[in-house]
Structures are given as structure tokens and as C-alpha cells.
């Protein structure tokens, strides 16, 4: 039996995010084929060898609205043609891409979300941010 692909999108160096590693490090010795995707930094170190596959997106922009506009067409064009039975974007930074990716595709879409708390400082300091319509609804229950 064939394994299902699962492919995982973040916005960070892939290195250093322990959360991923251990997720599609699980998901991996579940039987899953797996494969996260992120970018690479200027001071990227090599990458790790993990029990998945990984793949990032060299950026010209390191940060802002431009990196994410970037980073969101240069995933979209991937996932458009990557093998997969599903696509997970991980917070909010990624789930355009694979949003439609996934409804044009007609491919799974899970949404992992670990920016619940919208009062942390880091989104408590733009308010723009704070009051995307998801947050408003989280906000509300």
C-alpha cells in the first residue's frame, strides 16, 4: 500500500524548529511520507537529516510584507505541482498558499494553528494583525 504524502508548510528556518521536527518526525515513523517546507535564511546553516524530507525556499526578502508576498507565491507554485494527499500550513503565514492550493487540487487541508493568544506582544503590538478575522473569532468564544 501506497504511504500518504503529507506536506508541511512554516516560515522559519527548519532547523531550529523543534515543534516540526518532532511532528513530522512522528508522523514519519507512523508510516506517513512527509515532507516540511520552509526557507532558507541568510545564515542558514545546512541542513539536519531527519526521518522526512525537507525543502526550503531560498528568499530575496528577509522580512515584512514582502518576504510573506515571496514566501506565498513561491509555496503556491510548489505545492501547485508537488505529490501529495494533503497539505498542512502552520499558522496563519502559510494558509493562502495552501489554501488554494489545496481546493484547486482537491487535496486535504489541515490547518495547524499555534498562534492562538492574540495578546502575546508579539501581535498584541499590531493591532492590523490582531484583528484578521480569524483572531476575532477565536477572540469570541
Keep these: 500500500m501506497k504511504k500518504k504524502r503529507i ?12 515543534r516540526m521536527i518532532r511532528i513530522c518526525g512522528s508522523l514519519a515513523k507512523a508510516g506517513y511520507e512527509v515532507q516540511l517546507i520552509g526557507r532558507t535564511k541568510n545564515n542558514s546553516l545546512a541542513l539536519i537529516p531527519q526521518a522526512f524530507s525537507q525543502k526550503r525556499f531560498p528568499c530575496y526578502f528577509q522580512s515584512g510584507k514582502l518576504f510573506y508576498l515571496e514566501y506565498n507565491l513561491r509555496l503556491l507554485w510548489y505545492l501547485l ?36 493568544f492574540t495578546e502575546t506582544p508579539e501581535v498584541a503590538r499590531r493591532p492590523l494583525i490582531q484583528q484578521t478575522p480569524v483572531r476575532q473569532h477565536r477572540r469570541r468564544r
Design 7 to 18: 506536506l508541511f508548510s512554516v516560515t522559519n528556518d527548519l532547523n531550529y524548529d523543534q
Design 81 to 116: 505541482f508537488a505529490r501529495a494527499d494533503a497539505f498542512c500550513a502552520i499558522d496563519l503565514d502559510s494558509i493562502l498558499p495552501v489554501f488554494l492550493a489545496g481546493k484547486l487540487r482537491g487535496k486535504k487541508l489541515i490547518y495547524d494553528a499555534h498562534e492562538y
